[in-house]
């Protein structure tokens, strides 16, 4: 009997979990499961160039079937993974996973190893009817329905002012649209890049032309008449926005409903799924990767879970082979990074790598160009941090640094050098 790999959640980290596990030589069957009908794409342009006008729906698939074929994954779409049930035979790890397909029956695929890359899911509105025009962005398919609704003349209300709240907004601004974003604090962004960056992003905002409203709450998403359709939102102070599409962007929850009773350890944080520095769950032959991973990076001395891109694709590939290299009784390896991400706003792209921790944040301006800047946060003598604004030929500069340890005279006068003197924080508010 061949070693079987079942890997649970068919987007990035999912698909890269099976491409390792063949290129580390694994001959077993690798079955790939995937709640969602379509082939594993990618996230990041759903809320780009998707949106973006005159775009022609970029597409955005990962593989094709006959790729994924030929690399001998099986894959097996629209399957939804229900329960995680380990062996209880303590020499032998392993167990099954039940599957769904919507058709009512069920059925259980034994497994020698699984990772888990389930990702996350939106959170949602409390109390909010479904609404023709009132969206959330996870999905190809919720993307789909928003391209659809950014029509000439909408009037768009976009509630969060995180990144993909802001990426939608931009896509609306680009189109022309009057968009209105809605956020709650003061300062968007906060724990993302700390408060004086978060306040310095904002400001990318309202100078795109967007209506930021900061420190604001929605109270209530409004419907027409018919109680069929949006129509708008009550701010806490009463205030209504008429809107035409309303969109959500307050975050996303690692997806873990189905591994309930499986003993599968949990973040008691935000509830994703608690894995050693090998990316090893609680539950032995059981990985995880990508979004739903909370796992201990080495190069913090934390656990984290992060929900980015970069760690999604490298992790799903360090979770693959360690449960390849568990199949074969040998010990794998830690996976350690140091946090990298971007998002695209108007015509900007801002990059951050490292953590947005310590005691100060530096700020270095392009005299020439304003708009591209570089702000580093520093702890004791330590580089935490890099955050960008058009930076690209810097950033990964920085990421190197960090970790190499991060000296931060060093990073100074590399920010120097490549962007441009240090200015003041309010200063550089003012000259903006
Ligand atoms: P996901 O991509 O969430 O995939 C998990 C998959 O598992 C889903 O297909 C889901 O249907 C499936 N699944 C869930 N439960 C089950 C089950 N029980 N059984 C079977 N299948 C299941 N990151 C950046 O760094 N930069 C960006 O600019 C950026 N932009 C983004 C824009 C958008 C709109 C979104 C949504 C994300 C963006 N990200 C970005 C984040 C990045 O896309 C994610 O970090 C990445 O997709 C995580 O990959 P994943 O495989 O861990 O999880």
Partial sequence: MPDRLVVVGASLAGLRACEAARKAGFEGEVVLVGAEQHLPYDRPPLSKEFLAPASE?????????????????????????????????????????????????????AYDALVVATGAHVRTLPDVPELAG????????????????????????????????????????KRGLDVTVVEADETPLRR????????????????AGTRLLRATTVARVLADADGKRVAGVELADGTTLAA?????????????????????????RDGGVVCDEHL?????????????????????????????????????????R?????????????????PYFWSDWYDHRIQMVGWPRGEEVALFVDTEHPARWTALYREGDRLRGALTLNGQGVIMKFRARLMKGGDWQDAVAFAEQKTGPQVGLDQAREDR
């Fill in 280 to 320: 090893a769950t609680s539950v032995p032959g059981v990985y995880a990767a990508g979004d739903v991973a909370a796992w201990h990076n080495p190069l913090l001395g934390e656990r984290q879970r992060l929900e980015h891109w970069t760690s999604a694709a490298e992790q799903g590939g360090a979770a693959g």
């Fill in 322 to 338: 360690n449960a390849v290299a568990a199949m074969s009784g040998q010990e794998g390896t830690a996976y350690a990074t140091v």
């Fill in 57 to 109: 729906a970029a597409a955005t698939t990962l593989r094709t079937a006959e790729d994924l074929a030929e690399k001998g994954v099986e894959l097996r779409l629209g399957v939804r993974a229900t329960a995680l049930t380990p062996s209880t035979d303590a020499d032998r790890p392993g167990g099954t996973v039940t599957l769904e397909d919507g058709s009512g029956s069920s059925e259980e695929l």
């Fill in 192 to 207: 993302a890049v700390g408060e004086q960056m978060g306040v310095r992003l904002a400001a990318v905002h309202d100078d």
């Fill in 134 to 173: 009132l969206h959330y962005l996870r999905t190809l398919d919720d993307a789909r329905a928003i391209e659809a609704a950014l029509v000439d003349g909408a009037r768009v209300v976009v509630i969060g002012a995180g990144f993909i709240g802001s990426e939608i907004a931009s896509a609306g601004v």
């Fill in 244 to 268: 035409d599409l309303v969109v959500v962007g307050i975050g996303a929850a690692p997806t873990t409903d189905w591994l309930d009773g499986s003993g599968i350890e949990l973040d008691p």
